[in-house]
């Protein structure tokens, strides 16, 4: 006899997404309006509308915008650029990132992704 086994997320799993939710909350991301079919299904970037390859791009997980679902994927390049920006963003709001960003898991991880956009 067989269960089928919804899937259920739990909170101890890893998000989904290649981005920790902190982070991701430090990018900003253009208007959900604005966001072409392709995009908002994860086959084109976020940002620059480029055809995403199927490995190489990153996952920035599911999100609802007006009861529709979107799943928003961008390349590299886009990320690390996003990244840059929310960390200027984000950095002077933030204590822990103006003594030491290494302190702070966002500012790390916006760190990481720059740098990750730059290989
Ligand atoms: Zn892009
Ligand atoms: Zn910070």
Known sequence: MQHATAPTPSAAEPPR?????????????????????????????????????????????????????????????CLAAAAHRGLLDHAPMCEPCTDNAAECPVGRGLYRLIRDGRR
Not at 46 to 75: I, K, M, Y
């Open 17 to 77: 997404g290649d981005v920790p939710a902190a982070v991701l909350a430090a990018l900003t991301l253009p208007d959900f309006d604005e966001l072409t079919a392709d995009q908002a299904r994860g086959a084109d970037c976020t940002w620059c509308r480029s055809r995403l390859p199927r490995g190489g791009a990153v996952d920035l997980g599911e999100r609802r915008h007006e009861g529709v679902l979107f799943f928003l994927r961008s390349c590299r390049r």
